[in-house]
Nanobody, 117 residues
């Protein structure tokens, strides 16, 4: 069983920055991908960014150039650096760990990000 704990959410003004962290209870060094999703009220959960254990990244068009996903395998932690935040970035942000060996996804509990205008 993999446990994921997100942190770093909060309230920030438009144009500000936040860094989210997702700490995993297992080694994330190989055979997986990790991702950040977000869900705003009344909307479907959407992919924000993903990163494989090899370091390949994918970003949603809406966050390209503003958000950066990264991982520290030694700390079993993934990060999302969010700059130039906009009110439309307001959502609950979720961490997902995809285990390629057992073909199963694990989710964190979510962290609220609120961007005021």
């Amino acid at each position: 069983q993999v446990q994921l704990v997100e942190s770093g959410g909060g309230l920030v003004q438009a144009g500000g920055s936040l860094r989210l962290s997702c700490a995993a209870s297992v080694s994330i060094a190989s055979s997986n991908a990790m991702a950040w999703f977000r869900q705003a009220p009344g909307k479907q959960r959407e992919l924000v960014a993903s990163i494989t254990s090899g370091g390949s990244t994918v970003y949603a068009d809406s966050v390209k150039g503003r958000f950066t996903i990264s991982r520290d395998n030694a700390k079993n932690t993934m990060y999302l650096q969010m700059n130039s935040l906009k009110p439309e970035d307001t959502a609950v942000y979720y961490c997902r760990y995809s285990d390629y060996e057992v073909y199963f996804d694990y989710w964190g509990q979510g962290t609220q990000v609120t961007v005021s205008s």
